[in-house]
């Protein structure tokens, strides 16, 4: 099924799923350290004995300082679940709440045929 998904509609999903509990969720030990950041050791690459995983909540980003990988609340879960980019906004939807419009046909050109968007 094919989805159409705006921009707004993915900054709506983005401001309503906490990324440090997305983390938690999926076995990284976050550890407080200062008032804005959460440490932990990288689920990305192995081995990792320091903790060089920065996730910042109230920006919904993260960073390894190890291997250099960062990203959002999506990107995190197309690398962690290995996912694509339409399925971790489709899982990521149905956790805030927000639906996700099918797309159909947008237009027809001159010969009648549709194209899809």
């Known amino acids: 099924m094919l ?16 990324l440090a509990a997305i983390v938690a969720e999926r ?4 550890q407080r350290k200062g008032r804005r950041h959460l440490f932990a050791r990288c689920p990305f690459h192995q081995p990792d004995k320091t903790p060089s995983f920065v996730v910042t909540p109230h920006r919904g980003l993260f960073h390894c ?3 250099g990988v960062g990203g959002d609340v999506i990107g995190f879960l197309v690398r962690y679940d290995r996912v694509s980019f339409p399925e971790a906004v489709r899982i990521l939807a149905a956790r805030a ?3 996700l419009e099918a797309a159909g046909p947008v237009r027809e ?4 045929r549709t194209s899809w968007r």
């Open 27 to 30: 076995g990284v030990e976050l």
């Open 3 to 18: 989805l159409r998904i705006g921009r707004e509609r993915i900054d709506a999903i983005k401001s309503r799923v906490d």
């Open 109 to 112: 050109d001159l010969c009648g």
């Open 65 to 67: 300082f190890g291997c």
């Open 97 to 99: 709440g927000v639906e």
